[in-house]
């Protein structure tokens, strides 16, 4: 059983936030989705912050700067968002937090390391140095556990990509253990780094997509075989940008980018490992997010839309048959997230719960988690 240093239950009959079906177990999930959120609205959460419920390592920054340049993973099978990041100059703690969408409260599943100054991968008790986790960390089902693949901008003096070994997180231990899987390939076709680099679950081949930075190739990673495959097309994938999988038209799909710079839109053939294909002067409508800063991105299931946020009340819904962008707004009532996205980019920390259809939102640690329903003209996403 995971061990919880610290819980905040939070007061949700105020809002009515009940459960149908809700199951604690491990992989018995939630059944239901949540009949209380209302579509087209957005649903904060009372009394959410994380910074609230943080504990402070004993030396290396604020928990502040836990979402420095740093995303998020989601845990399907308990519906928690995990959150791990930090490093550089921003933040020493390597703990790992939850935020448990169905019983609404932050859980912290690990302690903080003690910090060195060093630059290596590891701190000196073994557990993973603190660091940018960009978008290359993610949830594994079938191991029911975080994976980081490699990792940049370490504690505490960044620079750049430190280590390709692939570290995972037992929950149900509350500690890491690094190098016991193949690593993430050497990019003897490009120069492909780890700054701002992807990692996406696929559920229907149950591997992870891979998508290095700078100019590398897509690589595929089966952790049932702990095999790697890298595809034999060169891309050139900028910083700043967030990835999602559309496992319907089995595409993985890039936008967003670094600030004053061009936009990024791109998609990739996830089955066949092929070349980018660029989708800047195709696409359609509302375009704001493919020039967004590390912009929150996933699949919303039941519309067959891709969906984007990058601050304020407005989603960006994308039909990738179509390559149209179009912009929702909430209902007037509808409270709203903050104005301007995190600084440092939302990453991973967007995600959609299809158990309980609702996207799940942190955006900053001082600020209250938000969920969000769509509301999705039927038929506008669907493949043709």
Not at 76 to 93: A, E, F, P, V
Request: charged share 20%; proline share 7%; with cysteine.
């Amino acid at each position: 059983m995971a061990f919880f240093l610290r819980q905040y239950r939070f007061a949700w009959f105020a809002i009515g936030l009940a459960l149908c079906g809700a199951s604690g177990a491990a992989g018995g999930g939630t059944t239901g989705a949540r009949p209380d959120l209302v579509a087209g609205r957005w649903t904060e959460v009372p009394q959410s912050r994380l910074a609230a419920v943080a504990v402070s390592p004993s030396r290396g920054g604020s928990i502040r700067g836990i979402t420095a340049w740093s995303g998020g993973a989601y845990d399907t099978d308990h519906h928690r968002m995990l959150i791990w990041g930090g490093g550089h100059s921003n933040y020493s703690g390597n703990e790992v937090y939850a935020f448990d969408v169905a019983r609404g409260k932050w859980e912290l599943l690990s302690h903080p390391s003690e910090p060195d100054s060093e630059r290596t991968s590891l701190y000196p008790d073994g557990q993973p140095r603190s660091r940018h986790t960009y978008n290359y960390i993610e949830y594994v089902p079938t191991l029911g556990k975080l994976l980081s693949f490699g990792g940049s901008g370490p504690f505490p003096r960044g620079g750049g990509e430190f280590t390709r070994d692939i570290s995972e997180f037992d929950a149900s231990r509350g500690t890491w253990i690094t190098g016991v899987r193949a690593a993430v390939p050497p990019l003897a076709r490009g120069k492909g780094g780890m700054i701002g680099a992807h990692a996406r679950w696929d559920s229907k081949t149950r591997t992870i997509l891979f998508l290095p930075t700078t100019k590398g190739s897509i690589m595929q990673y089966d952790p049932g075989k702990d095999a790697w495959k890298v595809g034999a097309q060169t891309s050139h994938v900028r910083a700043h940008g967030t990835a999602a999988i559309d496992p319907v038209r089995r595409e993985l799909v890039l936008i967003g980018a670094s600030r004053d710079t061009p936009p990024q839109f791109k998609r990739w053939n996830i089955d066949k490992l092929g070349a980018e294909e660029d989708l800047t002067l195709l696409s359609t409508g509302d375009k704001a997010m493919e020039t967004a800063y590390g912009p929150g991105f996933d699949y919303h299931s039941p519309s067959g839309c891709l969906v984007a946020w990058s601050g304020g009340p407005d989603i960006y819904l994308l039909n990738l048959s179509t390559l149209a962008w179009k912009r929702v707004s909430p209902d007037s009532a509808s409270p709203a997230p903050a104005a301007e996205s995190n600084k440092t980019g939302t990453y991973g920390r967007f995600r959609y719960d299809e158990g309980l259809d609702v996207f799940v939102l942190i955006n900053g640690v001082e600020e209250n988690v938000f969920l969000y329903r769509p509301r999705i003209e039927p038929g506008f996403c669907r493949p043709h």
